[in-house]
Each structure stands twice: as structure tokens, then as C-alpha cells.
């Protein structure tokens, strides 16, 4: 089979967007019209959610097919809870529901009505950084930053569960949370020392 | 937001770390654009054939399903014509296969077609609606079986010097033969592109890559389009190891999707197509042969390698290359090979070829220091060379030996036992091992805008980006030290194709070439200062710019520190807001190309095998580097230790397995592919000579990225060979290798 479209002209491929040039230019009501003329086909029914996340109540309509992950990256705009797989084995996504550790990318959104959430953008007030995320910066626990949050959000209930008597003990309970660059010598060593400072985390 | 206690940043830290610590650091797939659709891979079931038909009338009914995008609706991409003529002047044809382009199918999970919906449930949803029918050929994925078949083999590249396979007449010598399978990057972040066309010739995009530059350049030269219209933004980068050092399919992609729809796309890799579609080290045959003379000085070396590409491209990296030079040698001959199988394309992985090339060349002279009865580090030195033995230049600097002793002391290899299998500590077989890495150092071409205003801020730009080393943090330093003045003033800015262009990140080759650049950027703007101060500060009239530095903040007369005038208030004096310039810095001057650089490391491993399973526990490692100048301290060490975490897994735990019968992966997974996780990690001590090269480039320093890497595995096996006795030559180890029979529980 021939393949489609053999190139003559580079205007082909480029004048499809001639429309779209002014779009983004243009006030967001424009864009809310240009988006409605479209023809969309129907999305399937919404589902109801209510969750609290970083202490804000939200009443949500959300697909009931979102996982919790999306539903905070994709929907809520929290980008520092991570996408490393979708299969609850690589840990960037650790967030606390309910105080718990909880992998978010194997959560369905919905099966967490009315749970509290903390991901790590309401690990601190924000005014201050948390114990645990300045410990990581001091003790460089991490190169590329993405598996970070999670690590985190991992590190925080590791000490609080009590799980940070050893280092053993920490590298066991942190073997949930993957670290490509192997950072893992200075995670240990930042929950080592915020566990031995005895900070209220 | 403030670290604790501090208001100013430690100059310790990460400039950038307080946002990836807070999470609002942003990667790529991260970005929202208004009215933004999502785009997913729908990919091959079989390895190799051709689509009969394609059925998308399922998912384009499927709730939110704005198109599914394959060859037959495919918009024409300047730079998918294979006839020139066809070709625009500025388009050249796209390197490797041209996604949702035909309906050939040329390896096992390729895109066959791109569903686009208005969220990512309605675009997965429909990805399992898309049915193929196909033609299926004959195929071939396994590589221990076509590399025995000569007549399969391609483009074998010889070296020789000397008389070749002399090692065999040596007094003593060794000859084996080494495997390592497919390996795959696996950084955490997934490769995500989000495509914006904000006008009909002028896209931008969020993508995850090394080299804003480079994916810029190849997007303006397959859709035909302009530097100034095509602008790649790639703020952070979640680890990449050199899996970003090209633009793979999800770029093409996502912006024919945004310009067929008239909306942004975004596009994000799963997990298992990060095993097929963003590169992988091949997988590699070698056969290893050293001689010596009964004093231990190597008479000969061979090395032969044979590593997979894609039957669709070539794909060759500097396995044998160590073999040439690392050692004193009169006598070598190298030959490398590569088999094309329908397989996606490798490309470099940390360490590149020299780590796979290093694995063999360092277990075959621990090797052979047994067969010599000589410690394995005094054979090294025996054979240590301050001239490259191929290039016949002098090393700018090399200080292996300092390494060396500093490796010896702290691992303890004293304790190291002469006879294999005989030291046990609680009942574990206890080994020691070590191995040597060796990597180029590069100095390319960037260029840099500097920026000082007259509120004291000073800002460099340059279009390189940050994987993880720290790069942000490393140029800060290096202009903090070159303008004398504090971090905290100075703000680097790079992933964006927008600024002065750099090179892409890779080949340990960022420091060098970015931060001489940044160097030369700052001794331009002290000089123009020194001529303002002349100038303009009455104080200075008739001194000449020698006769004054630039510190603190300061102008000032060297002879005379009374004579100063602050850099904020010179500034005003000369009626500018600001200096504002872009230098170039180019690579290796003519007195630098007398010499040949690299960067060198000692890996140093103490080990535990357990003698009734065989599993393995590294116990201790210390890793050193001989790199120049370390700029950053903290990053510095930080590279070292995830050098470690990456050949602990090249050693013991990283393997793609494949099921031939079907050409696929069965392992595309962290669940099947296994990296090493917190609690295989040993204490490890990290050490670096920290003297600058003399004559490198005008800061002194080396790339570690890569060097951190080479060697690693091959300690591991030198140190599983003293705990037991078994030589294991294929990688990785794992207890079947050591005669241990797996029983199940």
C-alpha cells in the first residue's frame, strides 16, 4: 500500500492552521465560542465527587473512569503529584489520603469521596518549607526532581508511622518509591535526619 | 518559599531545588493550553508486516473522540517525502520511521495510529477500539541466535595496531567471551510532547528532551518551517539518561495531531512504549583477549563486539574504543559489528558504549591478574600510560593512580582475599573488586547572553537543559566565581530553543562546553567594566584595564584597593541600565588539541554472596573520579552515587527479556524490569581528585556524568569472581549464573 499523502507542497500541511493563528491571540470568550461551534461528540455522565484536597472542600463532576492522579494533574492543575507509570509500581505518584500513603495513579477518583488528600503542594503552608522537603534540599536527595514528591510524601509517613528507627527500616519502607537517578543514599539520609531531629512532621 | 532559617539560599543547595522539592517544578506534559486534546499511541501487535486493514470506526464513535489519526488520513509531512525532489530546500527526510506515515509495520509496538480526544479517559478509552488486521512476515528479534550467522552481521569497523592476536603468544593470557542484554533508560518521567500551533507556519512546543536545540532544529527541517517559528521548551527534565538526546516519534506526532485538529495536543508515553519508542542500550556479544608477559606488561589486546540496531537504521557506539587507549599496549586490534533486527532503535545509554565495552575489558584483566597471581590494581598500574596509546598525544591530565590509593584504603583491600572463595564474614562469602571507567572530554561550541543590570542582578541565558546533574546550579556556580560575586545575584536561564544556543546534554560534555562558555561570557563583561570605569569613574582615568579587577561587586585597582567603584553605581555613571552581550565560545583551541582529555574513575566494591542462594548484597562501594575542577560539590557527588545505582542494576538486576516467538517485549514494565531500589543500595563513599586540567579548557573541569557509569558492572563481576570463585560474563548476575538453582517456594 502506497503510503497517504506523498508531499508536493509544504502549504498543504501548513495552511490547516490558518484559522487557529488568530485563536490564540484572541480574548477567552472568543475561544469559549470557537470551542462550542465545534462539533464534540456527547461525553460520557458525570459523577459527582466530594473530596477535600490540601484542606479545601471541592464538589467536583468529574469521569468516573479518572484516576486520582489524573484527576489532580489533569483536572486540578496539581502537577507535583507524578506520572511514572500507572501501574502503583514506581511511587512518583504517593500522596496521603486520609494521613495514609496511597499510590494515586491505582485510585479511581471516585472511590475516594469525601477523603482528605494532601499531595506535596499542601505538605507546608507555604510559607516555610516542611521539615522533610528542606532536609531533601540540604542533603540533595534528588537529581532530576521527578520521583521527588513522591519520595516525600513516602519519607513524611515513613517517620511518622515510626518505620525511621533504622536506615534498614527506612530503605525497606522507601522501597515502594523508585529513584532513577539513585538518589537513594541522600533520601535515607534526609529521613535519618529529620527522624533523629525529632521534628513534628 | 525559604528554606528553614535561611534567608538566603546556601550555596550548597540546588538553585533550582526548592521547586522540585515543592512540586511546582513543571515537566513537560505538565503545561495546560486552553481547549487542549489528548492524544495516545495505538501500537503493532505484531513485529513485522504490513497493515491489510484498520478499523477506527469504533473509537472515532467513542464518546470524545475528536479523530484517530493513521496513514490513510495522515496530513503530508514535508520531511516524510524519501524523494528530495519532492522536498522543500530547507526539509530534509526524517531519520528513522515516519509515524502514522504507512502501513508498514517494522517492530513490535510501534504506533499504528494516534487516537486524539477531548480528555485522556475518552482517548484511552477508544485506543482498544482501534482494530488491525495484518499481513505478517517473517521476523527476526533474537540476537544470540542471528549474531552466530556472518552473513547477518553489517558494517564491521577495524582497528589495528601492532601485530594482531599477539596476546596469544603471550607468557599468560585470557580470552572470553561477554554478554549484556537490552537495557533500558527508564527515567522516571515519561516522554511527553504537547504541540501548539499558534499560527500556520509557527508551533511551539513543551517536550521532554536533551537538547532544546536539537529537537527545534529537527522539527523546522521536517515540517519545513523557520527558527524563529519553532520554539522548544523544556524547563525540567525528569531524568533522560540519554534516552532525550533525539526526537523520537511522540514529536512528529503530537504536532501533526495539533494541526490537524486546529487545538493543542498533548501526548504522553506509557510506561511499557517508554521500552520501544525512546531508545534502549543494545544489547552486545564481545569476546575479550589480553596477554602479558610474566611481569604482567599487556602484550596484546583484542576486542570484537557486536551490538543490535534497527533493521530500518544503523546504530553504532564506542564499544571497543577503551581498548585502544585506557592501557600501555604496542599491540591491538579491535572489530565491531552491528545486527540490524526488527527491533525499535537503540540509542546511547549512560555511560554509552564505553560502559559496555569497560564491562569486558575490566573483568578480563581482573582475570588475568588471577592467571599472573598479581593484585588486579598493580597489573593496572603496571600498565598505566600518561600518553594515549592510539592518538600518541599526551592525556591533558590523568590521575588514575591518585584514585587508585584512595579506593584501596577506604574499601579495605588489604582484606581482599588472593584465593577466590576464601574470606566469609557471618557465614556470607565475602569479595572485593574494582574496575576502571574512561570517557571523553569534550568541549563543543555554545553561545551565552550575559546580562548585568544596574540593580546588581546578573542573568545568563543559554538554550541547554538540566536532566538532573544540576547544570543550573554548576554554570551559576561557575559565574559566581568568575565575576567574584554572590549566588544569589545570579539567575541562569535554560530548555528553551529561544535562548543562545547550547549544545544538547549529553556526553558528559555540559560543563566543559556550557561553563567555558559561561566563563568567557563573565571575563567579557569584567573587561567592558574595567573600560567603563576608565571611562567614566574619574578615579580610574589613565589606568589601564589590566592594572583592575572586578570583585564583590566592585571595579577595583589592584594596586590601590582605596580606588574602587561599585558595579551598580558605574553603571549609572556610564548612563546604562545595563551590559548586555552574547559571546560565543567554540571548541578545543589549537593549544588544548595538543593533548587528549578524558575523564577517568576507580569503582571500588566490597560484596556478600550468600552460599545458599547466591544472592548477591553489595555491601560497600567507593567510587572515585578523576575529572578536573569540580565545580559543584554537591552535585558532583550526587552524579557519582546514581552512577552506582545505575551499574548496581546493569550488574544484578536490568534485562529485557523478549519472547522471540512473537517479537516482544514480556518485561515492558518496572514490575518485570527491575531497577534497583532503596534497599539494594550500599553505603557508598564517593571521592574526587578535584585538581583542574591544565589544559582541557580555560575552568579546569570534566564531564562525571558519564564516568560515574563505566566500570561499574565490571568491579561487581571482579568482586562476585573473589567471593566465589565463579566468573559470570554475562550480565546481569543473578544467582542461576552462579550454578544456584532457582525453587520455587
Known sequence: ???????????????????????????????????????????????????????????????????????????????????????????????????????????????????KITTIEGLSDGTELHPMQAAFLKNDAFQCGYCTSGQIMSAVTCVREGNAKTRKSIQAYMDTNICRCGAYQNIVDAIEEVAKSGAKI | MKSNNNTLLIEDERVDGSDKVTGKAKYAAEHSLPNMAYAVFVTSTIAKGNIKTLDTSKALASPGVLDVIYYANCPAVPGYASNAADRPKNVSEWRGYKVLYDNKVRFFGQPIALVVADSFENANAAVRLVKAEYEIEKFETNFDKARLDPTLLKSPVNYKRGTEKKFKEAASFVEAEYNIPIEVHNAMELFATIAFWEGEDRVTLYDKTQGPKSTQSTVVRTFGLTDKNVRVITENVGGAFGSGLRTWANVPAACIAAKKLNRPVKLVLTRPQMFTLVGYRPQSWQKVGIGADASGNFMGISHEAISNCARYEDFREGIVEASKFLYACENVDTKHSILPLDMSSPIWMRGPGEATGCFALESAID???????????????????AINPDNKLPFSDINIKDCYA????????????????????????????????????????????????????????????????????????????????????????????????????????????????????????QLKLKELAIQFAPAFTGMTADALEVKNEMVVAKAN????????????????????????????????????SNSFSAHFVKLAVNPKDGTIKVLNVVTTGDAGKIVSPKTARSQMLGGVVGGIGMALTEKVEMDHTTGQIINASFGGYHVPLHSQIPNTEVYFVNKPDPHVNDIGSKGIGEIALIGFAGAIANAVYNATGKRVRDLPITPDKLGYKIVKA
Open chain 1, 1 to 115: 500500500m502506497n503510503p497517504c499523502n506523498s508531499y508536493k507542497s509544504r502549504r498543504g500541511f501548513l495552511k490547516k492552521s490558518a484559522s487557529i493563528a488568530a485563536l490564540y491571540l484572541a480574548p477567552a470568550t472568543l475561544v469559549k465560542t470557537f470551542a462550542i461551534d465545534r462539533v464534540v461528540p456527547l461525553p460520557i455522565a458525570k459523577e459527582k465527587l466530594t473530596i477535600t484536597i490540601n484542606g479545601k472542600l471541592m464538589n467536583l463532576e468529574i469521569d468516573a473512569r479518572t484516576t486520582l492522579l489524573n484527576l489532580l494533574r489533569e483536572d486540578l492543575a496539581y502537577t507535583g503529584t507524578k506520572k511514572g507509570c500507572e501501574m502503583g509500581q514506581c511511587g512518583a505518584c504517593t500522596i496521603h489520603i486520609n494521613g495514609k500513603r496511597t499510590k494515586s495513579c491505582i485510585q479511581l477518583a471516585l472511590s475516594n469521596q469525601n477523603n
Open chain 2, 367 to 385: 582475570e588475568l591478574a588471577y592467571k599472573l597471581n598479581m593484585d588486579p590494581v598493580q597489573l593496572r598500574i603496571k600498565n598505566f600510560t
Open chain 2, 406 to 525: 584512595y579506593g584501596m584504603e577506604k574499601i579495605g583491600w588489604k582484606n581482599r582475599p588472593m584465593v577466590p572463595g576464601s574470606l566469609k564474614e557471618n557465614g556470607m562469602l565475602i569479595g572485593y573488586g574494582m574496575s576502571v571507567g574512561v570517557f571523553g572530554a569534550g568541549k563543543g561550541t555554545a553561545s551565552v547572553r550575559i546580562v548585568l543590570s544596574n540593580d546588581g542582578k546578573l542573568i545568563l541565558e543559554c538554550a541547554v537543559s538540566d536532566m538532573g546533574p544540576g547544570t543550573m546550579t554548576s554554570m551559576t556556580k561557575i559565574a559566581a566565581e568568575a565575576m567574584q560575586m554572590p549566588m544569589q545575584k545570579i539567575k541562569f536561564k535554560l530548555g528553551d530553543s529561544d535562548l543562545p544556543p547550547g549544545p544538547s546534554q549529553g556526553g558528559s560534555g555540559t560543563t566543559s562546553t556550557v561553563g567555558s562558555a559561561v566563563d568567557m561570557a563573565c571575563k567579557t563583561v
Open chain 2, 561 to 596: 584597593a582605596a580606588i574602587k567603584i561599585e558595579v551598580p553605581s558605574l553603571l549609572k555613571l556610564a548612563n546604562q541600565d545595563k551590559i548586555d552581550l552574547t559571546i560565543t565560545s567554540s571548541g578545543k583551541t589549537a593549544e588544548q588539541l595538543k593533548y587528549t
